[in-house]
């Protein structure tokens, strides 16, 4: 409903009239003695911008400067990887994931590039490159999940279960989901919970997971029995985690 009233700041002879709506209308008309009727001097509109397109920008642009390192030598720490990366592009922050129960690296980590080229760059530069006698692999994906498909991919990553006697699956297809991963390796032993990776923020995986057991030796056998076996077409690195 709109609200009219007058203001200490105006002439006794003009009213102000404002229309609630989210593009508040503000009109000014001139009261005379003479007639009933109201005339509008003028209108003025307040214009509120909406933050939502500037916000789905900015997701956007952390998701591509956001990088994904794997397959780096157990050795190399948060320096060691920003320092060979830095060179091709501004490090912004360098993170290796270490396993919580054994403290050990867990082979991967995420590096955030100042902007888009620089991550692009380091893509570039370093991609299938060795480091310590190992062949990395660095990617990024500038698509950020869809409002319908977050919950799915948060409920997953809630519902995985962590364990000490966990393995490492690297080289993973791109088409491998947790449900085939946990049915392929609960052929060799009493499965817990499995995870594919995701690149943050996006629905694309990372190209590797984990499996957890119940049991130090269903670890044992499922490394002997399903390292460099086929999954999906892709033969796939299984390690301990």
């Known amino acids: 409903m709109a609200s009219l009233h007058s203001?200490?700041?105006?002439?006794?002879?003009?009213?102000?009239?404002?229309?609630?709506s989210s593009s508040p209308t503000h009109i000014l008309f001139n009261l005379r003695s003479s007639t009933t009727h109201l005339r509008p001097l003028f209108t003025t509109r307040r214009r509120f911008r909406r933050p939502f397109a500037v916000a789905e920008q900015a997701t956007v642009?952390?998701?591509?400067?956001?990088?994904?390192?794997?397959?780096?030598?157990?050795t190399v720490n948060n320096d060691e990887l920003a320092k060979?990366?830095?060179?091709h592009g501004v490090v912004e922050k360098a993170e290796v994931m270490y396993d919580k129960y054994s403290g050990r690296s867990r082979r991967f980590a995420f590096v955030?590039?100042?902007?888009?080229?620089?991550?692009?760059?380091?893509?570039?530069?370093?991609?299938g490159t060795e480091?310590?006698?190992?062949?990395?692999?660095?990617?990024?994906?500038?698509?950020?999940?869809?409002?319908?498909?977050?919950?799915?991919?948060?409920?997953?990553?809630s519902q995985f279960i962590d364990s000490?006697?966990?393995?490492?699956?690297?080289?993973?297809?791109?088409?491998?989901?947790?449900d085939t991963l946990k049915k392929f390796f609960s052929e060799k032993g009493k499965v817990?919970?499995?995870k594919v990776s995701r690149v943050p923020g996006t629905s694309k995986s990372s190209g590797y997971g984990f499996v957890t057991f119940s049991s130090e030796e269903d670890v044992e056998a499922a490394i002997s029995s399903l390292n460099n076996s086929s999954l999906e077409g892709q033969k796939i690195r299984v390690n301990k985690a």
């Open 7 to 20: 203001s200490l700041l105006l002439p006794p002879n003009l009213l102000s009239l404002t229309t609630p």
């Open 131 to 157: 480091i310590g006698g190992r062949e990395i692999k660095v990617n990024v994906t500038e698509k950020p999940l869809s409002g319908s498909d977050l919950p799915s991919f948060q409920a997953e990553e």
């Open 61 to 74: 642009t952390e998701a591509a400067r956001r990088l994904y390192v794997g397959n780096i030598p157990r």
């Open 192 to 194: 817990l919970s499995a």
């Open 164 to 178: 000490p006697h966990k393995v490492y699956v690297g080289n993973l297809a791109k088409t491998v989901t947790t």
């Open 84 to 87: 060979i990366v830095q060179e």
């Open 112 to 127: 955030t590039m100042k902007t888009v080229e620089d991550a692009n760059a380091v893509i570039e530069k370093l991609n």
